[in-house]
């Protein structure tokens, strides 16, 4: 089974609206990231957190970690209709050389 | 500066046959990754590469193979194609405990 495991799997809000996307983990981790995928392409990255780190911003995005409940979020500010895509939370599993695990994605619609 | 290079980008093969996917970066990682992603699946590592010479499976390796050629290329071989390896694959790369740069996708057909 995957690593992460993503809530809700599907999310439609309008624009302007914030949208909050959560993943969970199993194992230790060295850190965790944030992808994006527009349909059927490839993914980019967005963020990623240390195991040591508890929040961090990157424009629009904030992204906090809970290593006590192996849990991590991701929070869209202010969306947009462009933000309508699949996103991806990955864990980069310790001792396990770089080991990059995704979970199964949240997609998420904004409407104009 | 390319990145991450897959090829091909779309494959039609026949069950039975065989078929190497190709990989390429030009970024220096020692991490190489390949993934397969289904509809509503996410994506699920078949195998990686820490660093040139070494391989280990991932969540979903049976029925592939790979080869870590040198520190750029790190193929996937498909010996038999079945119908449930019909699928997009992607490779990636990083520095190791670092962000993952993508491919843009080879999307395979089992017929």
């Known amino acids: 089974s995957q690593q992460g495991e993503e809530d809700p799997q599907a999310l439609s809000i309008q624009e302007g609206e914030n949208a909050t996307m959560n993943c969970s983990y199993k194992?230790?981790?060295?850190?965790l990231q944030w992808y994006r995928q527009n349909s059927g392409r490839g993914l980019v990255h967005l963020i990623l957190?240390?195991?040591?780190?508890r929040e961090k911003h990157s424009g629009r995005l904030r992204v906090t970690l809970d290593t006590s409940k192996k849990s991590s979020s991701l929070l869209i500010t202010a969306s947009r209709a462009a933000d309508t895509a699949s996103y991806f939370c990955?864990?980069?599993?310790?001792?396990?050389?770089?080991?990059?695990?995704f979970g199964q994605g949240t997609e998420l619609s904004v409407k104009p | 500066n390319a990145g991450v290079t897959q090829t091909p980008k779309f494959q039609v093969l026949k069950t039975g046959q065989s078929m190497t996917l190709q990989c390429a970066q030009d970024?220096?990682?020692?991490?190489m990754y390949w993934y397969r992603q289904d509809p509503g699946m996410g994506l699920r590592l078949i195998y990686y590469s820490a660093s040139e010479g070494t391989t280990d499976k991932g969540e979903v390796p049976n029925g592939y193979n790979v080869s870590r050629l040198n520190k750029r290329e790190f193929s996937l071989r498909l010996e038999s194609a079945a119908p449930s390896q019909t699928s997009v694959y992607f490779c990636?790369?990083?520095?190791?405990?670092?962000?993952?740069?993508f491919g843009q996708g080879t999307r395979l057909t089992v017929v």
């Open positions: 990636a790369s990083s520095a190791g405990q670092g962000r993952a740069f």
């Open positions: 957190i240390r195991s040591n780190e």
């Open positions: 970024m220096n990682h020692n991490s």
């Open positions: 990955a864990t980069d599993e310790s001792n396990q050389g770089g080991k990059l695990i």
């Open positions: 194992t230790s981790i060295n850190n």
